[in-house]
């Protein structure tokens, strides 16, 4: 093909109506076929030559693309941009002229895109981008066909890998206001009395959004409106996810202000219980569609807040209801690190909760002997009174008290020695921990009032079950035998009330199972984020008076009352402990699941709990 028959194939002739002043076309010529607007031709497109040559001009670009240098743009682009075929195009399109091309320029649109990515960077900068903007105007194109093709566009323009396009896109479009609006609409379309339970079964994703009345009336009211705003959403979020990180980036934020914090933050925080509840279920459901690591980050923000430091112990108390407790669930089931530092691992990681049962014993002993000190002094004092200066008795009393006074300070200075041997975990500036070994005897006894801050355990334990077995103390091995932790949580629990594995179709092997596929899924997803193998004691969230945190707080607390709560809400909470005890965090691990572990006074834990429910 020659360069007349190439210009002739891109040529569309432009017939300004003389009433109308030269401002939009009244009859258009495209490919030699003569349009009429105002006639409003409804000759189908199929029986007229555009197919042809809207083909030609695709495979001319993509010709004139693979020839090109990389970035550059040649003459059919050039003459393409100059006379505004896409706009004229679009103009048709709008009326349906000829009928049935509304699916023909959106073909054109998303071939050009996809082969074109390296010309479509000047073509942003000539053209103003213009492109994006007659894309969003079809996206909202009552033909569903129409709509899909223009967001496909959409997601090809948002996908270009140079950043100058994506600046474009995000500066000097309506694209990311657009978008975020139009959730924002479908949002305030959705049903104000719902059941929350209703809203789990709801499924919706983008491109499927089709709900004929019968299926509206088996359900609920208004589950039309809910399939609307879901799969908007899941597309922005499928559109997040492949998007250039500058647009994913603006875009997720333009959805946290327009959205999460204009529209979600006042129906959650409302005074109406009902309508918080409702919104707390439809902020859950959105949470359970995104899987865009930018949009999830900033729903995680809105919802935990954007502090990593640890919390302040407040005397301030909510109420948490079934809807909540889900809304936790969603978070622990995120693969994001935030979610669960913000939640329970910056409370944890200063290791605030662990008693120092050696130190705690040194200094003890230090006071002892002080006072013995003291009290030595005091009777040599009286002797001297007493008998002289040159007394027996005084001789042999300082003598004693000279021993004493050695072998004090020879014991103090071994436990000193031994301290300074055993130094605690810390982390490093590599986020490394260093392990110091602790000369403690697993044989020695120590008060049952430190283990948990409890009375003596009604329930006898093994001489291995030593709370030097923990693994901040143990010599030999990091953590204790899980054997010994599961059989200290089993004997809580009267044999009564115990399932056995023996019993037939009891369902216990694949409960096992199970739970070894689930903490292997977790192992896998937390192993990127570098957590220590041991427990540390980071110095940059230590803090003077152990707090386990508000979401900590609340779980314990509810743990304490399930003899009079709801099934339904025990096993959510269940649900959400079982969730945090498969993470693999030495700390939370130790805090959660050791119940051998010294802790301070007033500290609370999960076994100390479950102890107190159980014999109550």
């Known amino acids: 093909m020659n360069t007349n028959e190439e210009k002739d194939v891109f040529k569309v002739y432009q017939h300004p109506s003389s009433s109308s002043g030269g401002a939009c076309p009244s009859a258009v010529t495209v490919g030699g076929v003569h349009l009429s607007l105002e006639r409003r031709d409804k000759i189908p497109i199929e029986q007229t030559s555009i197919p042809s040559h809207l083909d030609q001009m695709v495979v001319l670009l993509q010709e004139e693309e693979n020839s090109a240098e990389k970035g550059s743009m040649g003459p059919c682009m050039e003459y393409l941009l100059q006379h505004k075929l896409m706009e004229t195009l679009y103009s048709l399109g709008r009326t349906d002229v000829p009928k049935n091309l509304t ?15 390296g ?17 969003l105007n079809l996206s909202r194109s009552a033909d569903s066909r129409v709509a899909v093709k223009a967001c496909e566009g959409l997601m090809l323009c948002v996908s270009l890998p140079e950043e100058t396009a994506a600046m474009t896109i995000v500066n000097d479009t309506p694209f990311c206001q657009e978008l975020s609006q139009r959730l924002v609409e479908a949002y305030l379309k959705l049903p104000s009395y719902v059941n929350p339970a209703d809203l789990e079964f709801v499924q919706a994703k983008w491109g499927l959004d089709v709900v004929t009345d019968i299926d509206d009336q088996q359900s ?16 922005c979020d499928q559109l997040i996810a492949i998007a250039n990180p500058v647009i994913a980036k603006a875009l997720a934020r333009s959805i946290r202000q327009l959205f999460l914090d204009v529209i979600m933050e006042p129906s959650v925080l409302q005074t109406s219980e009902t309508g918080a509840i409702l919104a707390t279920a439809y902020l859950t459901r959105c949470l359970r569609t995104i899987s865009s690591q930018a949009l999830l980050s900033e729903f995680c923000n809105f919802i935990l807040g ?14 948490v209801c079934l809807v909540t407790l889900k809304l936790f669930d969603t978070l622990l089931l995120k693969e994001d690190e935030y979610i669960l530092h913000n939640l329970v691992l910056r409370n944890l990681l200063g290791r605030g909760y662990y008693l120092n049962i050696e130190e705690n014993c040194d200094q003890s002993e230090e006071r002892t002997s002080q006072n013995n000190i003291s009290q030595n002094a005091d009777k040599c004092n009286e002797i001297v009174n007493t008998n002289g200066e040159n007394s027996p008795e005084k001789s042999h009393e300082q003598r004693n008290n000279s021993d004493d006074t050695k072998r004090t300070a020879s014991h103090g200075n071994d436990k000193e020695n031994d301290i300074k041997d055993s130094k605690p975990l810390e982390l490093d500036q590599n986020n490394e921990t260093t392990n110091g070994s602790v000369s403690a005897d697993p044989s ?34 990091n953590r204790p035998e899980v054997l010994k932790i599961v059989n200290s949580f ?27 596929k689930q903490f292997k ?69 130790e805090y959660l699941l050791d119940p051998f572990l010294p802790v301070k006074d007033g500290t609370k834990t999960l076994f100390a709990v479950f102890r107190k429910v159980c014999f109550w």
């Open 220 to 235: 609920f009211l208004g589950k039309r409106q809910l399939i609307s705003f879901l799969s908007w959403l899941d597309y």
């Open 521 to 589: 899924d977790v192992m896998d997803m937390c192993r990127m984020w570098g957590w220590p193998e041991n427990a540390v004691t980071d110095k940059n969230y230590e803090v003077e008076t152990f707090y386990e945190g508000a979401f900590l707080k609340m779980l314990l607390d509810k743990l304490s009352h399930m003899m009079d709560q709801s099934y339904a809400m025990n096993l959510q909470l269940t649900s959400v402990l079982s969730k945090l005890a498969l993470i693999p965090h030495p700390n939370l691990h």
């Open 119 to 135: 010309a479509t960077v000047p073509v942003c900068q000539k053209q103003d981008f213009s492109l994006v903007t007659s894309l």
């Open 490 to 516: 089993l004997s809580l629990l009267p044999e009564e009330l115990k399932s056995s594995y023996q019993t037939a179709d009891s369902g216990y092997d694949m409960y096992v199972k199970d739970a070894n």
């Open 444 to 477: 020695d006894s120590v008060d049952s009032t430190l283990v948990n801050g409890a009375e003596t355990s009604p329930f006898s334990l093994s001489p291995a079950s030593s709370p030097f077995s923990s693994p901040a103390v143990s010599p030999k091995r």
């Open 306 to 319: 954007e502090d990593r430091r640890p919390e302040i112990l407040s005397e301030e108390t909510h109420r």
């Open 103 to 117: 699916s023909n320029p959106q073909s054109l649109s998303t071939e050009t895109d996809a082969q074109n990515k």
